[in-house]
Nanobody
Framework: VQLQASGGGLVQAGGSLRLSCSVASESVKVYGINSMGWYRQVPGRQREMVATATSHGTPTYTEAVQGRFEITRDSGKNTVYLQMNSLKPEDTGVYYC??????????????WGQGTLVTVSS
């Protein structure tokens, strides 16, 4: 599944950014049991989960962003948003959109967006 992400950029510490991600084609079937969200990667470190939300909208956050980031979904449009507030320099990284959907008889299918760079200056 091809994912399109947008919204990264350069912002000063304390500022805000909003990331968006959607399934590129409406003709692609996304199975009902799924999770969409965002992972972050910085040089020399493994990609880590930032926030995800199930198809019912139940969110999960890494502890470092709780209270500052909010993930929301429009499941009807297979779109996910990440509102990032009170940004810190340690939030800097490449943010990857993620979709995991449960394909009957096969298992979880994982799809990744192209990555969008978020840079927070001090």
């Amino acid at each position: 599944v091809q994912l399109q992400a947008s919204g990264g950029g350069l912002v000063q510490a304390g500022g805000s950014l909003r990331l968006s991600c959607s399934v590129a084609s409406e003709s692609v079937k996304v199975y009902g049991i799924n999770s969409m969200g965002w992972y972050r990667q910085v040089p020399g470190r493994q990609r880590e989960m930032v926030a995800t939300a199930t198809s019912h909208g139940t969110p999960t956050y890494t502890e470092a962003v709780q209270g500052r980031f909010e993930i929301t979904r429009d499941s009807g449009k297979n779109t996910v948003y990440l509102q990032m507030n009170s940004l810190k320099p340690e939030d800097t990284g490449v943010y990857y959109c993620y979709l995991g959907d449960l394909v009957p008889g096969t298992g979880v299918r994982e799809s990744w967006g192209q990555g969008t760079l978020v840079t927070v200056s001090s």
